[in-house]
């Protein structure tokens, strides 16, 4: 199992940023699918997360309303659009994926099985 992730980058506070990410190995409609960050000196931080395309999507209260997941079974892909973003975004963005998980276990990052490498977003003028 493989997740690449890219679009990453820097970007002016405001501004807006596009990250995918790609699953090779598994079956990415089908597994719970979800986005986590860490910024330098903090913990790895619950972003957002679907369990499978046509059920709710769930978000951190930091990020919601700016920020949307997508999937596209088609390139067995997630994405994360991100608008308004603002300085406090600033990390290493994480894809992670792991078989249909509960709704309690979401927001837990020792839930999930599989990990992108992560790719670097900064928020900064």
């Known amino acids: 199992v493989q997740l690449v992730e890219s679009g990453g980058g820097l970007v002016q506070p405001g501004g807006s940023l596009r990250l995918s990410c790609k699953a090779s190995?598994?079956?990415?409609?089908?597994?719970?699918m979800a986005w986590f960050r860490q910024a330098p000196g903090k913990e790895r931080e619950f972003v957002v997360s679907?369990?499978?395309?046509?059920?709710?999507?769930y978000y951190s209260d930091s990020v919601k309303g700016r920020f949307t997941m997508s999937r596209d079974s088609a390139e067995n892909a997630v994405y994360l659009q991100m608008n308004s973003l603002e300085p406090e975004d600033t990390a290493v963005y994480y894809c992670?994926?792991?078989?249909?998980?509960?709704?309690?276990?979401?927001?837990?990052?020792?839930?999930?099985?599989?990990w992108g490498r992560g790719t670097q977003v900064t928020v900064s003028s």
């Open positions: 992670a994926s792991s078989r249909r998980l509960i709704l309690s276990a979401l927001r837990q990052a020792s839930m999930y099985n599989y």
């Open positions: 190995g598994l079956d990415a409609k089908t597994y719970t």
């Open positions: 679907n369990r499978r395309s046509g059920e709710n999507t």
